[in-house]
């Protein structure tokens, strides 16, 4: 499913991560972004950008609560470091609308 909100979305950051990562998700959010639903839980969805994945909750408010971030070869989550940002390739590409495809 594609995931766009209609305006700037307030995303609160439950573990600190790294400012870049929290714009580049609110750009994703802004533009419109593959997502997946949580089976198990409801308004809870995965969000796909290239090389990363982003785990969220949306209120029904509309606030997004941001939860972990891993990258998509890991087998595990590996949620970022503080004051680290991962590498997203991509990024680019989701945020101008070039997808390549």
């Not at 785990?55 to 891993?70: E, Q």
Request: charged share 25%; hydrophobic share 35%; with cysteine.
């Amino acid at each position: 499913m594609l995931l766009r909100l209609n305006e700037n979305p307030r995303i609160e950051d439950l573990r600190n991560h790294p400012a870049e990562s929290v714009e580049a998700l609110r750009r994703l959010l802004r533009t419109g972004v593959p997502a997946h639903p949580d089976p198990q839980r409801p308004d809870f969805y995965e969000v796909d950008n290239c090389s990363r994945v982003f785990y969220i909750h949306i209120t029904p408010r509309g606030r997004v609560l941001l939860l972990a971030i891993w990258s998509k070869d890991a087998q595990e989550p590996n949620v970022e470091s503080a004051g680290r940002a991962a590498t997203h390739p991509c990024e680019e590409a989701w945020t101008h609308g070039n997808f390549g495809f």
